[in-house]
């Protein structure tokens, strides 16, 4: 009588296992309803408005400001006139081209949902689609970071520490601002 009440408990022990691992639910869960599953509203937003979404923070972080928060900061950086009209090109040509690769990235990425959901997708199909998701993406990225090392060029040392500062960066080995750009 012992034994059939341990095995008892044991089976409701485990079958309570099963069920509590099962009624947990994934990190992706709601994410099913998406228009594309990989891209959140706001991230397709970010994409076809031209944002920069982190795609430029090797820069950023590393003392190469981006021109849209130059922009931002223009009076407390002193820009010039020069500075301002050289950085507002910058930014609409980085913003143009990051507007039409994001497109062009969200169109990529919903190809590959799309392939998913047709179920009418083989290795090499995805292969294709990986590849152009990756060679859109790695452009966006390149804009986004040119944009950067333009920027750069055009301020003094005295600015991009003001603008290090400004943006509430420590100074993580980008304090000696080797001179590639115009003077003081």
Request: without cysteine; glycine residues 8%.
């Amino acid at each position: 009588m012992k034994n059939k009440i341990k095995v008892v408990l044991a089976m409701v022990f485990i079958m309570s296992l099963g069920h509590a691992s099962a009624s947990q639910s994934s990190p992706y869960a709601g994410e099913e309803t998406r228009e594309i599953k990989a891209l959140s509203q706001s991230e397709v937003d970010g994409l076809l408005s031209g944002k920069g979404m982190g795609y430029a923070k090797a820069a950023e972080l590393n003392g190469y400001p981006g021109p849209a928060h130059v922009l931002e900061l223009k009076d407390e950086l002193s820009l010039t006139e020069d500075q301002r009209r050289e950085t507002e090109m910058i930014f609409s040509k980085m913003e143009a081209a990051a507007k039409d690769l994001g497109g062009k990235l969200v169109e990529a990425e919903r190809a590959l949902d799309d392939a998913f959901k047709s179920k009418k997708i083989n290795e090499p199909s995805l292969s294709k689609l990986i590849k152009n998701i990756s060679d859109v993406e790695s452009s966006l990225r390149a804009a986004h970071l040119i944009a950067h090392l333009q920027q750069r060029k055009i301020l003094s040392d005295k600015q991009i520490s003001k603008y290090i500062a400004l943006r509430g960066y420590v100074d993580g080995g980008h304090g000696s601002h080797h001179k590639h750009h115009h003077g003081e």
